[in-house]
């Protein structure tokens, strides 16, 4: 029976040191998403058009976004394959 409460307490321990632990390392990628969040891009480093499409690059990138620029270039794709 003392083992039983044993097993149950270390299981508790256990548990409880996985919240703890996830918390911790989700705390600290949002720090580190809140930094990145604050970096904006050297005019000179963006040049070129982007690699990943034939299109030119998007002069509102900064302000759609990344998934912004993503629904962009799909539904221009798309335009162009009805298009003909």
């Known amino acids: 029976m ?3 409460v ?3 307490i270390l299981l508790a321990i256990a548990f409880a ?3 703890f632990t996830r918390g911790h390392v989700s ?3 949002r720090a580190e998403a809140r930094r990145w969040r604050e970096y904006s891009e050297p005019d000179w480093l963006r040049a070129a058009a982007p690699a990943n499409t034939n299109e030119a ?3 509102n990138a900064a302000a759609t976004g990344e998934l912004g620029q993503m629904l962009d270039r ?3 794709r798309a335009r162009a394959r ?3």
């Open 2 to 4: 003392l083992g039983v």
């Open 57 to 59: 690059a998007n002069t």
């Open 17 to 19: 040191a996985g919240y």
């Open 74 to 76: 799909w539904e221009s």
């Open 27 to 29: 705390r600290k990628r």
């Open 82 to 84: 009805r298009a003909g």
């Open 6 to 8: 044993v097993l149950i």
